[in-house]
């Protein structure tokens, strides 16, 4: 595991899920505030890849570069955290360096949300043909499992691509140590998962809110909590100790 980036100090003192949860918020929304112009216009990118071709069926092949990109903003949103400078160049650098895993992960996902739709198809239909005989609970039970499924697989590789991108490039150990950020901290991992369903929701009343910055709220979010699960809640340093840190850097 790569040591915290040098130019942070980070508070290491015992806090519980619900305080990590409110810091991260603040930290994220400021986050997406300052750097809305790289990260929102890199959101806008990503989602024209990924939707144009529905209205242009031969723009499909740009599809391709959709996930790249979205690594890209991820990485964007880890310097972001480091309290370093970002800018469209870090977006195409970190889009070239995670091109092989972004697509792995692209396609996995893919499939597992290929499975979650169908059930939630199958699940809302009027009269359920189950194999069983069972009361209506268990069918919104069921349905409930699937959209749950849904929102945790989200969360999942949006955990992925933050370790990835914010603590170190090799997939396996972004695999295990994003699984075991989900499982270890639950009552995080809850309040966040009901945050992002809800701000999934908000997206049906707000148009357009998918487009500019659903993406990049994603990609603030869990890269500030594998930045505060890992190491700590993240301390400003006084200018004249920053001043002196980069100055030994050069």
Not at 51 to 58: E, I, N, S
Not at 205 to 214: E, P, Q
């Amino acid at each position: 595991m790569n040591a915290p980036p040098s130019l942070i100090r980070y508070d290491t003192s015992p806090r519980s899920d619900l305080v990590r949860f409110f810091r991260v918020f603040r930290l994220a929304g400021r986050d997406l505030f300052e750097q809305m112009f790289v990260l929102g216009l890199t959101n806008i990118a990503a989602m024209l890849l990924l939707g144009a071709w529905t209205a242009l069926p031969q723009l499909l092949p740009l599809a391709a570069f959709a996930p790249p990109l979205l690594a890209g903003l991820w990485s964007a949103a880890a310097r972001v955290a480091r309290a370093e400078e970002t800018s469209f160049h870090d977006v195409w650098e970190g889009a070239q360096d995670h091109f092989a895993r972004s697509w792995l992960l692209a396609a996995v996902s893919v499939v597992v949300y290929g499975v979650v739709w169908m059930n939630i198809t199958f699940y809302t239909q009027e009269n359920v043909p189950l194999p069983f005989e069972a009361g209506p609970w268990v069918v919104t039970l069921l349905l409930t499992f699937w959209l749950l499924a849904g929102i945790f697989w989200t969360l999942y590789w949006s955990y992925i691509l933050a370790w990835l991108t914010f603590e170190e490039p090799h997939l396996w150990p972004a695999l295990k140590g994003a699984a075991w950020l989900l499982i270890s901290h639950g009552p995080f991992t809850i309040l966040l998962a009901v945050l992002i369903a809800l701000f999934f929701v908000l997206n049906t009343f707000v148009h357009g809110l998918l487009l500019f910055i659903t993406w990049a709220v994603l990609a603030c979010f869990t890269t500030r909590s594998v930045q505060v699960l890992l190491h700590g809640i993240p301390q400003e340093l006084p200018p004249e100790v920053l001043e002196r840190i980069l100055e030994q850097q050069r």
